[in-house]
């Protein structure tokens, strides 16, 4: 992939240590002269530990790029982003874009719980950025990293159909804590786009691959499945991509001046079909009988105690969108499009890997690989 236009001077990023911000961080490294990570952490030595730490998972050696990487101690929940006056106007002055991707990802917990960081932590961003057009006469671009899971609702707020165009609001995200902080972080946003900002939107869906992601959905549910010897019998699909093609995305869209003003989803525009992962699984050795959907669930709630079905049963509120728990089910998720982000991504430059079966048996195998998994 070539670099997709002019090289901006510096990045700031949050959430350089998270699942998918480490990722982000290694990528704009090949799109930009200088990123500035934004760390929790008590002084400037913690801040560089926990980054170097972070990125040598991610096969990224920090030494490599001394001199444009630059570790800063600081939090999104703290006044100023927890920086001295000075050291916050200056940080202001230098940046061109900012990449925010620091989340609390949670989906059993409640909004009270997750607000902190995504909602004030979001308000805190576009405060900096605010700043920076005050201290410099520029809007710096600021490309956010929300979630698809503020749409999760939206086919009871009447949008069975979602695409780039379609907002969030409290009725779109529905109940879960997650979706619901999300939803109100993207109206912060809004808000900032209309003093001014220059904002980008950026929801992933589930995102997954054949390398460790802290978050990845398909991981619980496949572990129940293996663990149960059965799988439900469902025509379903999950709107999904690779961890790596995501992080791609984020910054090839970050670093293209026309992205600003617009909302992309990040998702392949073919969904993940269910039943494809499913088969892979017993491809690679893990029998499994089909039940339908509401047995499947019955099954799991009748061992609830082993330790891979109760990761499902916590997020059941979630996973319910995708698997009916039975006939009539009331809430079901939209259908999502992404046909425009593929439009600007290809012409960026971005060929993704195809997830074809033997993609499908390597992440099966990487899924289940990582620690013990044992049936009922």
């Not at 901006?8 to 990722?23: C, E, I, K, M, Q």
């Not at 929940?77 to 949670?106: E, F, K, M, W």
């Not at 790596?244 to 993940?272: I, K």
């Not at 890997?353 to 009922?376: E, N, Q, W």
Request: aromatic residues 4%.
């Amino acid at each position: 992939m070539t670099r997709s236009g002019p090289v901006p001077h510096a990045v700031l990023l949050t959430g350089a240590t998270g699942s998918l911000g480490s990722r982000v961080c290694a990528r704009l490294l090949d799109e930009a002269a200088v990123v500035y990570c934004l760390v929790r952490a008590r002084d400037q030595q913690e801040a560089a530990a926990r980054l170097t730490t972070r990125l040598e998972q991610e096969g990224l050696t920090a030494e490599a790029h001394r001199g444009r990487l630059h570790p800063v101690p600081g939090d999104v929940t703290r006044p100023l982003l927890g920086l001295h006056p000075r050291a916050y106007d200056a940080l202001a002055q230098s940046v061109h874009l900012i990449v925010h991707c620091a989340a609390t990802v949670n989906l059993a917990a409640g909004y009270e719980q997750l607000a902190p960081v995504n909602v004030d932590g979001t308000r805190a961003v576009t405060a900096f950025a605010g700043r920076a057009a005050d201290l410099t006469g520029r809007h710096p671009h600021l490309s956010a990293v929300s979630t698809l899971g503020v749409l999760l609702d939206a086919r009871t707020a009447g949008h069975p159909v979602v695409d780039e165009d379609t907002p969030a609001t409290p009725e779109t995200a529905g109940p879960l804590g997650y979706p619901r902080s999300k939803a109100e972080a993207e109206r912060e946003l809004r808000a900032a786009a209309a003093r001014g900002a220059r904002v980008t939107l950026l929801r992933p869906g589930i995102v997954t691959g054949d390398t460790p992601f802290e978050t990845d959905l398909l991981r619980p549910l496949l572990r129940a499945a293996v663990a149960l010897g059965a799988a439900p019998d469902t025509p379903v699909s999950v709107p999904a991509d690779t961890a790596d093609t995501v992080s791609r995305a984020v910054a090839v869209l970050a670093v293209r001046p026309e992205s600003a003003g617009h909302t992309f989803h990040l998702v392949r525009p073919r969904p993940l079909l269910l039943p494809d992962l499913f088969d892979a699984a017993r491809r690679t050795g893990h029998p499994l009988t089909p039940l339908p959907a509401d047995r499947w669930w019955k099954a799991l709630e009748a061992h609830a105690d082993h330790p891979d079905v109760r990761e499902v049963l916590m997020l059941q509120g979630v996973y319910s969108y995708t698997i009916p728990e039975g006939p009539g089910t009331a809430r079901c998720a939209p259908d999502i499009r992404s046909d425009r982000t593929w439009a600007v991504l290809t012409d960026a430059g971005l060929h993704p890997p195809d997830i074809d079966a033997p993609y499908l048996d390597r992440l099966v195998t990487s899924l289940l690989d990582r620690g013990s998994c044992h049936t009922v």
